[in-house]
């Protein structure tokens, strides 16, 4: 079966804008969550959605939001772009209680 | 914070055994085991999990102290595409909120 699919996997983007990004889970699952990766703070749990509701939050500040459609494909949105913003994104979809299978990320790049 | 232990790097060579060490004395009785590993630049992979019995799968073995305070991953015959960071996580069945460590830095040596 296809894995998780995160797009874009690439983007750049300038301080002050805001971006959306993009994560199809592995059919059937209806856990998505996302996470950051920096080189300084490692992975990072940003959120994660259940069944179109947020069902656990990291410490991330309110420029991080995320949804997720009746189709359990999440989006994650960051506004006002900060250059610390600048990390590998990744998504990981589950069935609950089994493991998590992770997309290959999306890298943002803010200049 | 994560709530367990691992050496920040190891090597091993090709066709031996990797056993990969993990402290997690603070570990509570429905809390499970899981490794991941993360090969550069792709997104973790998850390899095994455990509760309080050795497990084996396809890619490793992982064994579990009686006390469960520590527990060991094993690469049965590594090869040069097992060089990875590897995490240990304990996590709480049903519980999606992976904490990741800093994990531990494998290098398989030719």
């Known amino acids: 079966k296809a894995g998780v699919t995160q797009t874009p996997r690439y983007l750049i983007k300038t301080r002050g804008q805001q971006v959306t990004l993009s994560c199809s889970p592995i059919?059937?699952?209806?856990?998505v969550s996302w996470y950051q990766q920096t080189p300084g703070q490692g992975l990072q749990f940003l959120f994660e959605y259940f069944s179109e509701t947020q069902r656990n939050k990291g410490n991330f500040p309110g420029r991080f939001s995320g949804r997720q459609f009746s189709n359990s494909r999440s989006e994650m949105n960051v506004s006002t772009l900060e250059l610390g913003d600048s990390a590998l994104y990744l998504c990981a979809s589950s069935q609950t209680g089994f493991e998590a299978f992770f997309g290959q990320g999306t890298r943002l790049t803010v200049v | 914070d994560a709530k367990t232990t691992q050496p920040t790097s190891m090597d091993c060579a090709e066709g031996r055994a990797a056993n990969l060490p993990c402290n997690h004395s603070t570990i509570s009785g429905n809390e499970y085991v899981y490794w991941y590993r993360q090969i550069h630049s792709q997104g973790p992979q998850y390899i095994i999990h455990?509760?309080?019995n050795n497990e084996t799968n396809e890619m490793a073995s992982l064994i579990i102290t009686e006390d469960r305070k520590s527990s060991t991953l094993i690469l049965p015959h590594a090869t040069l595409r097992d060089t990875a960071v590897y995490y240990c996580i304990v996590i709480e069945f049903g519980n999606e909120k992976l904490t990741f460590g800093t994990g531990t830095r494998l290098t398989i040596i030719p």
């Open positions: 059919s059937g699952h209806r856990s």
């Open positions: 455990g509760l309080k």
